[in-house]
């Protein structure tokens, strides 16, 4: 560029420039100075500084919703104990062996027809690993077997055609309306949704057996398995069919306040996942918890610590007049009742005084309570716990091994070890004081 291009240019943007600062002195003048622009107004910093923020707390969550999701996917830790292991692993082989077997000297089928269908094997790790699952009592694993293979001939017969849609659309349909009917028959077995698929989809000697394919092998091998199943599990101290603990009713006098079947039965419904387990044997886990954690709690004291020694006895050829004056004499509510040998065969409490004479003269065999409920010395003071607060006991005579009476516990000793006992939790045991 030349000279003069380039002084015409210079002036150019000089006048450009004092136009615009002219331009905006005459706008102050005439407007005011422009508004002052607020401390805390976000930059355009300040906002990609928080939109950044939270796409890392998004990212962040979802990180961690990935991580837990794929954690529980990790084996749980169940307690399977050795005996458990050997139990499940002979039982399945003995009992597949004899299902087969049954179904191979049977052979009642077409040509092709297996002996022992695959289905057996789920039932076999039900039945032998795990028979107190409510899945497989005998109800469930035959019912549940024989009706879904019933269910999965039906199906294919009606819905399959030979061509492979036709054979998944039946398999699919079968597997479904077994569900359905075997809940609603109350014999949910897993394994029944096999046999239906195995039914609707089997081969062609599946297909020329027929509704007969229910009976053999399917009844034979489940009706085989289920004997073994009894007869290994019930020989080797596990009881099968498996028969959940009675609980006490809640309505029975002095019936301890805890968890009853029906409230666990509520809370299943509540939770809806479909817990496999029966609310009584929910009842029956968490009360021996509550005693062995009683036991830990009260550091394994024993009844003879905290029992009556000095008891007043009766016999049973005594009158009831002498239990009278034993109890207003040394203040007592109850007196037991033993023979020449001090083995207690009865107990006399002021109940039932309030319904005789002042002076009664009856033997005391006639009014007094037998059997009775004792409890030995040695046993640890949980257990007399729960036998009281389970079975609404005032006082409960005290044996030795041979059942002679040791002594005597009432309520009043057992909430005054329950006292002391909530006090060392609360506070921690009180040290003794040393003397200075």
């Not at 199906?155 to 597997?175: D, E, F, K, Q």
Request: aromatic share 4%; with cysteine.
């Amino acid at each position: 560029m030349d000279p003069v291009h380039r002084r015409v240019a210079l002036l150019s943007v000089w006048d450009h420039t004092s136009h615009g600062h002219r331009t905006d002195r005459i706008d102050q003048r005439t407007n005011g100075p422009p508004a002052a622009m607020p401390r805390d107004a976000p930059t355009v910093a300040t906002r990609r500084a928080v939109a950044f923020q939270h796409v890392r707390t998004g990212g962040m969550a979802a990180h961690h919703f990935v991580v837990r999701w794929l954690g529980s996917w990790r084996p749980q830790s169940l307690p399977y104990r050795r005996s458990e292991m050997i139990r499940g692993t002979l039982g399945s082989l003995l009992g597949l062996l004899t299902g087969g077997l049954a179904g191979w000297l049977l052979d009642v089928g077409p040509t092709g027809l297996p002996a022992l269908v695959a289905p057996m094997g789920a039932s076999a790790v039900l039945l032998f690993a795990a028979p107190a699952s409510p899945l497989a009592q005998p109800w469930p694993m035959l019912g549940g077997n024989i009706i879904s293979t019933v269910i999965g001939v039906a199906t294919a017969r009606l819905i399959g055609n030979g061509t492979p849609v036709g054979s998944i659309t039946a398999a699919a349909v079968a597997v479904a309306a077994a569900i359905a009917v075997m809940m609603m028959l109350r014999c949910l077995h897993p394994p029944g949704g096999a046999c239906a698929l195995f039914a609707a989809v089997g081969t062609g000697a599946v297909q020329e057996q027929g509704f007969l394919f229910a009976v053999f092998p399917i009844a034979v091998n489940s009706l085989t398995l289920l004997i073994i199943a009894a007869a290994v599990n019930n020989l080797t101290g596990r009881t099968y069919p498996h028969v959940p603990a009675p609980v006490p009713d809640p309505a029975g006098t002095g019936q301890r306040l805890s968890i009853q079947p029906s409230e666990i039965t509520a809370a299943i419904r509540r939770m809806d996942q479909g817990l496999d387990v029966l609310p009584q044997d929910i009842v029956a886990l968490v009360r021996d918890v509550e005693d062995h954690a009683m036991d830990r709690r009260l550091g394994r004291l024993r009844v003879e610590s905290v029992m009556t020694r000095e008891v007043k006895t009766v016999q049973p050829t005594e009158n009831m007049y002498r239990v009278r004056m034993i109890m207003s004499n040394d203040l007592v509510k109850a007196v037991p009742v033993v023979d020449e040998d001090r083995h207690v065969v009865g107990i006399t409490t002021i109940y039932d005084l309030f319904r005789l004479d002042l002076v009664n003269l009856d033997p005391v065999s006639k009014y007094m309570t037998s059997p009775v409920r004792t409890i030995r010395g040695s046993a640890p003071v949980a257990e007399l716990v729960a036998l009281m607060s389970g079975e609404g006991l005032r006082h409960i005579p005290v044996v030795d091994e041979v059942g002679r009476l040791q002594g005597i516990v009432s309520r009043t000793e057992l909430i005054a070890v329950l006292h002391r006992a909530l006090v060392d939790a609360t506070t921690g045991p009180v040290e003794p004081e040393e003397n200075t």
